[in-house]
């Protein structure tokens, strides 16, 4: 069965940098495709970055891109979103995402597993 455990979430200040991580127990066979989500109240979930299985392309909405980088070690099936810069509309809640089909997709039913979520909060 699979899981997927976000952590990393907290309070910040603005400006400051923070990393989450998404550790994925459970599967057999190749890799997912990945990204981070990120939803505010009963909004739908956005799209914030994504990762192929090779973690050699990655995908990001253009509200972070140049500030949030997504990786993946697939040695411990770990994926990590470090943000820098972070402004007060970043704050979320960040939920880890994974498939089965294509690098990049944006679109939340897209991602067959998800995660509980953890609380990003950054204040001015």
């Known amino acids: 069965q699979v899981k997927l455990v976000e952590s990393g979430g907290g309070m910040v200040q603005v400006g400051d940098s923070l990393q989450l991580s998404c550790q994925e127990t459970g599967r057999t066979g190749s890799p997912f495709v990945k990204a981070w989500f990120r939803q505010v109240s009963e909004k739908e979930r956005e799209f914030v970055a994504g990762i192929s299985r090779s973690g050699g392309r990655t995908f990001y909405a253009a509200s972070v891109k140049g500030r949030f980088t997504i990786s993946r070690n697939k040695a411990d099936n770990t994926m990590q979103l470090q943000m820098n810069s972070l402004k007060p509309e970043d704050t979320a809640v960040y939920f880890c995402?994974?498939?089965?089909?294509?690098?990049?997709?944006?679109?939340?039913?897209?991602?067959?597993?998800w995660g509980q979520g953890t609380q990003v909060t950054v204040s001015s």
């Open positions: 995402a994974a498939s089965e089909g294509f690098a990049g997709e944006t679109s939340s039913g897209a991602y067959n597993y």
